[in-house]
């Protein structure tokens, strides 16, 4: 016969269980997608392919990670894909006209990268005040800098990619970088660190897997100290007060306004590291680099379970989030599934997820009643 302490320790656990499971879905998630594709996908489950998901990511990834801090606070940035393409324009078009003329390619490099971030601050400054000061609601400011920086990019490039004029050595150090990585594995010579073999033939090109690329650790930086600044700072905490409520945050001694700019600017901060990295994997500037990846950042901050309505979500969400949308997205090419139902699939899987956190904050309710 069980007794009424037994059966509540049993209820405990099962609430336990449930609680667990809603908080921990996305990760559970992306472990199911990894072992279904692996089963079902030849090649998926490889060094290579990994490695491939992984670079693939690190755009959506570095969009998110901005993204999340606006979130939960309550917001939305909808003009950091084309702050995305600005920064990679203006990156590529500053180091090729420094190195046509003359200046050495690093200089010109360092120089370039420096503007383009520089730049993408402008955007995210203009955002803040006009949500901070002017009390612009964050949808219609962010859609319409969205337009304001998808003319101004275009208008900067002709509508076309900044790819013509580029010095050799400049798009070789790019492609280094941006392509490269620290650590190679060969099948046949085992590891090689910084590069490979320059007399490796083309037979054996084709099996190398890359362990360490240079995007996916530049990324790795940028989610270390941006998940280190919202859980363990006054800043990440002042982000959860005011997306909790910004009266509660104002009484507090927040100021408000003044936090909610640096966010805007940390957001576009992070898009234009992307658009800095976009340069160097591609060795060119492309104005509309960003927009595909807009609404998978998105996804991916609702996929990690940071609440629309704000004050609640993490950065280590973020990146699960951009992670599940690159496996899903090439385990179904693998799987030879045409490339359209990745939309579907991606808007089922952010259907979910909302459901899921409401599910969750119903639970939570649930415990306070009781």
Known sequence: MVTQVQAQKK?????NFIEFVARSWSYLFLIAMVIFFSLTGTGFFSVRNFSSVMVTSTLVMLMAIGQTYVVITAGIDLSIGWTVGLSSVITARTMRDLANSGTDIGTAMLI??????????????INGILIARIKVPPFIATLGMFGIIRGAAFLLTDGQQVVGNLPSELRSVLSTIGNGSLLFY?????????????????????TVSQLLPYPI??????????????????????????GGSKDAAIRAGINVDRHLIMIYLLSAFTAGIAGVLHTFRYTAGAPQAGEAALLSSVAAVVIGGTNLFGGEGKVSGAVVGALIIAVLQTGLVILNIDPLWQFIVVGIVIIIAVLVNQAQATLERLKVNV
Do not use: M
């Open 217 to 242: 650790l530049i990324t790795a930086v940028i989610v270390i100290v941006f998940g280190f600044v919202l859980g363990r700072t006054r800043f990440g905490r002042h982000t959860y007060v005011i």
């Open 112 to 125: 370039g990268v420096i503007l383009g971030l520089a730049v993408s601050l402008i955007p995210g400054f």
């Open 11 to 15: 209820g405990i656990t099962r609430d």
């Open 186 to 206: 060969l099948p046949e010579r085992g590891l090689q660190w910084f590069a490979l073999p320059p007399d490796l033939p083309p037979a054996e090109l084709r």
